[in-house]
């Protein structure tokens, strides 16, 4: 083994099932498609056209993929083995290997695909850096962005503390719902639903609105006052029950605010839970672990949440940095090594 100690050796073992188990909170068994649209973890293959699968998929199916994952999208169908997942069969005929479909199922038509599909986020269309400080925040109201991810730092200046909101509304989906939004906040329960709301982008534009030339100003003219009405909004804690009791406040039933919290948005109000399998209690975590880790090596993107994914590869890479270092020839079997459990501690 190089010059890896076996005690070295067994503790990064202990590392990688401590986050193979934190990644897998259940045995991926199940594909979600046959349930429609659901609540789920969701996550993208970039190897196949950007489609989402469910997560039993993402990590039985798409084996070999560029995966990333995406947390959870409301409303949302797995693409695994459907029309729309141009992969190849498996070796037995089957498009989705959970399923077991030969030929490809109807995909959803509801599906949405915004630009975390192509495993960018945020304003500023990056893809996620675990090592950054940023802390990312999802938009809860999702109708526009498709529940985009952004930094704290991409939001606006003067970012209210983290601890000081619940939720957050970005100012895409905030400007598509301002009538709403400014009913909301205007109404006497308002102050017990909104923490804050934050302008975008504002002092950016005095900056830059500086008029160089006249063609130039009333470009900028126009950008200014583009975003001086766009806004984010940082719900408090409980908004959802408020938002219920505002709800519930208005007579009329055909009042838009109503219809708008009634049917366009009831998920602000009562969200539909996230997606898990019943617990059939069958198999225990440990086993769980272990044969994923047994499994094979292509693995480490099976498991690939987006951090413990690149964790995962830094461990490798320092795996297998002697091996560089000395000349020596990175065997298959010492990669698989690497991912395989040493045979004493299993049953
Ligand atoms: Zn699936
Ligand atoms: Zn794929
Ligand atoms: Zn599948
Ligand atoms: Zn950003
Ligand atoms: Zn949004």
Same mark, same amino acid.
């Given at each position: 083994?190089?010059?890896?100690?076996?005690?070295?050796?067994?503790?990064?073992?202990?590392?990688?099932?401590?986050?193979?188990?934190? !990644?897998?909170?259940?045995?991926?068994?199940?594909? %979600?498609?046959?349930?429609? =649209?659901?609540?789920?973890?969701?996550?993208?293959?970039?190897?196949?056209?950007?489609?989402?699968?469910?997560?039993?998929?993402?990590?039985?199916?798409? %084996?070999?993929?560029?995966?990333?994952?995406?947390?959870?999208?409301?409303? /949302?169908?797995?693409?695994?083995?459907?029309?729309?997942?141009?992969?190849?069969?498996?070796?037995?005929? /089957?498009?989705?290997?959970?399923?077991?479909?030969?030929?490809?199922?109807?995909?959803?038509?509801?599906?949405?695909?915004?630009?975390?599909?192509?495993?960018? /986020?945020?304003?500023?269309?990056?893809?996620?850096?675990?090592?950054?400080?940023?802390?990312?925040?999802?938009?809860? !109201?999702?109708?526009?962005?498709?529940?985009?991810?952004?930094?704290?730092?991409?939001?606006?200046?003067?970012?209210?503390?983290?601890?000081?909101?619940?939720?957050?509304?970005?100012?895409?989906?905030?400007?598509?719902?301002?009538?709403?939004?400014?009913?909301?906040?205007?109404?006497?329960?308002?102050?017990?639903?909104?923490?804050?709301? !934050?302008?975008?982008?504002?002092?950016?534009?005095?900056?830059?609105?500086?008029?160089?030339?006249?063609?130039?100003?009333?470009?900028?003219?126009?950008?200014?006052?583009?975003?001086?009405?766009?806004?984010?909004? /940082?719900?408090?804690?409980?908004?959802?029950?408020?938002?219920?009791?505002?709800?519930?406040?208005?007579?009329?039933?055909?009042?838009?605010?109503?219809?708008?919290?009634?049917?366009?948005?009831?998920?602000?109000?009562?969200?539909?839970?996230?997606?898990? =399998?019943?617990?059939?209690?069958?198999?225990?975590?440990?086993?769980?672990?272990?044969?994923?880790?047994?499994?094979?090596?292509?693995?480490?993107?099976?498991?690939?949440?987006?951090?413990?994914?690149?964790? !995962?590869?830094?461990?490798?890479?320092?795996?297998?940095?002697?091996?560089?270092? %000395?000349?020596?020839?990175?065997?298959?079997?010492?990669?698989?090594?690497?991912?395989?459990?040493?045979?004493?501690?299993?049953?």
């Amino acid at each position: 083994m190089s010059d890896i100690s076996a005690s070295e050796y067994i503790s990064r073992q202990d590392e990688l099932e401590q986050e193979a188990r934190e !990644l897998m909170p259940w045995e991926p068994k199940t594909c %979600t498609y046959e349930m429609g =649209p659901l609540k789920q973890s969701v996550f993208a293959c970039r190897s196949h056209k950007n489609i989402g699968l469910c997560y039993s998929c993402s990590i039985q199916c798409h %084996t070999k993929c560029d995966i990333v994952e995406l947390f959870t999208k409301r409303h /949302f169908t797995c693409d695994c083995g459907t029309e729309r997942d141009n992969q190849e069969p498996g070796e037995e005929g /089957f498009r989705c290997q959970l399923r077991k479909n030969r030929e490809s199922d109807v995909p959803s038509l509801t599906n949405r695909y915004g630009q975390n599909f192509r495993g960018l /986020f945020c304003e500023c269309e990056k893809e996620y850096d675990p090592d950054s400080n940023d802390t990312m925040i999802q938009c809860v !109201l999702g109708t526009e962005c498709n529940e985009d991810w952004y930094h704290d730092s991409c939001m606006g200046k003067k970012i209210p503390p983290l601890e000081s909101f619940d939720a957050y509304i970005c100012w895409k989906c905030a400007k598509k719902y301002d009538y709403y939004l400014k009913r909301i906040i205007s109404h006497p329960l308002g102050e017990k639903i909104v923490a804050h709301t !934050l302008a975008h982008g504002v002092e950016e534009d005095k900056e830059d609105s500086k008029p160089t030339s006249g063609m130039k100003r009333s470009a900028n003219e126009v950008d200014s006052q583009h975003n001086n009405d766009e806004y984010s909004i /940082f719900l408090k804690e409980g908004f959802s029950e408020k938002l219920g009791e505002l709800k519930d406040s208005i007579e009329d039933h055909n009042d838009k605010l109503y219809l708008f919290l009634n049917d366009l948005v009831p998920f602000l109000i009562k969200d539909e839970p996230v997606y898990e =399998p019943a617990d059939d209690g069958e198999d225990a975590p440990d086993d769980l672990v272990s044969n994923v880790l047994r499994n094979a090596m292509h693995r480490e993107q099976a498991i690939a949440g987006i951090s413990a994914f690149n964790a !995962l590869k830094m461990k490798l890479n320092e795996f297998l940095k002697p091996f560089a270092e %000395t000349g020596n020839v990175v065997k298959e079997e010492d990669i698989k090594s690497f991912f395989q459990r040493p045979e004493e501690t299993s049953k």
